[in-house]
């Protein structure tokens, strides 16, 4: 992982995901959220605009790391990287897309759910992952056992993370930082209520300040 991820996920280890079709107001989400002090950023790649959306934030906004996320193809991965993506983050582990990333030097989390994915992963050089999705693969539980194994990996729990239960994920050891959509609820972005993404924001660092 590159050794600026590595430090901002260090000082605010929460990663909110950006899922919007609307390019010029998915500029507007990720200024929100870097208001409240989070500077790494997952932009999924569910909705047709999605890459420009991604682009967008990109050109428009200043000391991100901007990440693709629900990459799903090589092509994909290649096409995010090429409109600019810092990081890659994919649902499952797609062993094509996992050599390409480390071959390129670029951080890559690939889901993991089971001993036999976070093994194959760790087998072919790889040393973080993403837990997906956290909540039904067991959660902090199923990570404190995976850790006692898998010593040298670390995780990104994501799916079923909230401000209820980020302190328990963040206080697993293993764990580098969590990803999650509750920091940008959809009624509050559709209504233009950023300041309500800010303080959420807000509210995640915190917490996981207090956690580590």
Known sequence: MSTDLTTRLEAAPVVPLIAEDDAAKAVEITRAVAAGGLSVIEVVM????????????IDQTDDLVV???????????KSVLASGA????????VDEIAEYCLAEGVPIFPGTMTAGEVQRAYAMG??????????????VPMLKAFSSVFQAMRFMPTGGVSASNLAEFLGVPSVIACG???????DAVAQGRFDEVTALAAEALAIAKGAR
Do not use: H
């Open 67 to 77: 990440g693709a996320g629900t990459v799903l193809t090589l092509d994909q991965a």
């Open 86 to 93: 810092q990081f890659i983050v994919c649902p499952g582990l």
């Open 126 to 139: 790889l040393r973080e992952v993403k837990f997906f999705p956290a909540s039904l693969a067991g959660g």
């Open 46 to 57: 569910r909705s047709a605009n999605a890459q420009a959306g991604m682009e967008a934030i």
């Open 180 to 186: 999650g959509s509750w920091l940008t609820p959809k």
